[in-house]
């Protein structure tokens, strides 16, 4: 299965409010650009101050979905680091673990993930 950089686009506004369901906190724009890694840019109005995610990712399939990932989050003039953020705010998800590199998914379908030329590459068991 090929998933192109603006279907992933498309897949992560859908997510967004499953996975980070505040209402104050509204994604306003999301760009992702895939080459060997995936590279992110968000704006979010979080409790009505404009904030900015910056990240770069790569993903891999062990057992667990990997995904290896950097970013900053610019809250006002705060700078934020991504995981740490992450960790607090889907802390209740069972099925994700986030750790200072990476976040790990639960996996019984993937068998691999590759980045390509705008394109996600997924390959099933």
């Given at each position: 299965?090929?998933?192109?950089?603006?279907?992933?686009?498309?897949?992560?506004?859908?997510?967004?409010?499953?996975?980070?369901?505040?209402?104050?906190?509204?994604?306003?724009?999301?760009?992702?650009?895939?080459?060997?890694?995936?590279?992110?840019?968000?704006?979010?109005?979080?409790?009505?101050?404009?904030?900015?995610?910056?990240a770069?990712?790569?993903?891999?399939?062990?057992?667990?979905?990997?995904?290896?990932?950097?970013?900053?989050?610019?809250?006002?003039?705060?700078?934020?680091?991504?995981?740490?953020?992450?960790?607090e705010?889907?802390?209740?998800?069972?099925?994700?673990?986030?750790?200072?590199?990476?976040?790990?998914?639960?996996?019984?379908?993937?068998?691999?993930?590759?980045?390509?030329?705008?394109?996600?590459?997924?390959?099933?068991?």
């Amino acid at each position: 299965m090929l998933i192109n950089q603006n279907e992933l686009e498309k897949l992560c506004k859908y997510l967004y409010p499953k996975l980070f369901d505040y209402k104050d906190i509204v994604l306003n724009n999301l760009e992702i650009k895939i080459d060997n890694y995936i590279h992110i840019k968000a704006n979010l109005n979080y409790y009505n101050i404009d904030t900015k995610l910056k990240a770069i990712a790569r993903i891999r399939v062990e057992n667990e979905i990997i995904i290896d990932i950097k970013g900053v989050i610019k809250y006002g003039i705060i700078n934020l680091d991504l995981n740490k953020v992450l960790k607090e705010t889907v802390k209740d998800i069972p099925y994700l673990v986030i750790n200072d590199e990476s976040i790990i998914i639960d996996n019984e379908y993937i068998k691999d993930i590759k980045l390509k030329d705008e394109y996600v590459s997924i390959e099933l068991k």
